[in-house]
Nanobody, 123 residues
């Protein structure tokens, strides 16, 4: 059974930082591209960042570029999202996802999803 478990969310002031983690089990982690998505109240889910299977290639939404960094440790079956210079508009539930095919911007490419972790940025 595949499980993706996010952690590291919380409440932070604007300008602060958080590091999200997503621990994967039940799949051959190194064969999956990984992505982070978020969904704010009343809004559709949106792409945040993705990383290729070996961690060589990374992709970011324009809204988070230069502030967020995605990385992965295939020895720990974990993907990370370092979030710096947080803004109130970053407030959302953050989800990690695994894609057997490739890193992608579209959520439909991903095969497995975590339950999400709440990130709240106060002004």
């Amino acid at each position: 059974q595949v499980q993706l478990v996010e952690s590291g969310g919380g409440l932070v002031q604007a300008g602060g930082s958080l590091r999200l983690s997503c621990a994967a089990s039940g799949l051959s982690f190194g064969f999956y591209a990984m992505g982070w998505f978020r969904q704010a109240p009343g809004k559709e889910r949106e792409f945040v960042a993705a990383v290729s299977r070996a961690g060589i290639s990374t992709y970011y939404a324009d809204a988070v570029k230069d502030r967020f960094t995605i990385s992965r440790d295939n020895t720990k079956n974990t993907v990370y999202l370092q979030m710096n210079s947080l803004k109130p508009e970053d407030t959302a539930v953050y989800y990690c996802a695994a894609a057997r095919t490739r890193a992608a911007y579209g959520g439909s490419t991903y095969d497995y999803w975590g339950q999400g972790t709440q990130v709240t940025v106060s002004s």
